[in-house]
């Protein structure tokens, strides 16, 4: 396993704002390359496999990328990965970790969500980017792209997921 932490991440802070974000004028320090690679890793990188993700970290990095990997990362990649983002940075952007303890961000001009509500947002944020990505999976599984992706899934260690486990916890069924 090559160490690819170390090299550009997929999207920008403003690419995230711009393609995931409703208010454009999000301050984009919220969204820090930690939690970028956070988002890479924890939601891109299982679906790609760990080869595939290098191939791609590497020959982005490098401005390498084949025409079809530029395809995959521009039209699949990033928008998925910017609702991932977004999903990830939502606790951030509500709340605040001071030296007094966790706070909510509150403004002059408006007033929090309620629980519900957030976690309402937070659903409906990571939906829209597992639907990008299932698009990025369908895309590259399509008899059109037969050969382009040899990496894909093959990788020979944990980082897939299985698809046919569920765990059961307090009697919700995760799948």
């Not at 079809?68 to 990649?77: Q, S």
């Not at 606790?91 to 629980?115: K, R």
């Not at 050969?147 to 980082?159: A, I, Q």
Request: charged share 20%; glycine share 4%.
């Amino acid at each position: 396993m090559a160490n690819v932490r170390n090299l550009n991440n997929l999207v920008t802070a403003s690419e995230v704002v711009t393609q995931a974000f409703t208010n454009q004028a999000t301050d984009l320090a919220l969204i820090s390359d930690s939690i970028i690679d956070i988002a890479e890793l924890a939601h891109l990188k299982p679906e790609l496999g760990l080869d595939m993700y290098e191939e791609i970290k590497t020959q982005n990095h490098n401005s390498t990328l084949t025409t079809a990997n530029n395809t995959l990362l521009t039209d699949f990649i990033k928008p998925a990965l910017c609702w991932y983002v977004r999903f990830e940075v939502m606790n951030e952007i509500q709340y605040n970790t001071t030296s007094a303890g966790l706070v909510v961000n509150v403004s002059d001009f408006s007033t929090p969500v309620n629980n519900e509500q957030f976690n309402q947002m937070k659903q409906d944020t990571f939906r829209k980017a597992q639907v990008l990505l299932d698009d990025m999976v369908a895309y590259i599984q399509h008899e059109d792209q037969t050969g382009l992706y040899p990496l894909f899934g093959h990788d020979g260690d944990s980082s897939m997921p299985d698809t046919d486990q569920a765990t059961k916890m307090n009697g919700i069924i995760f799948y």
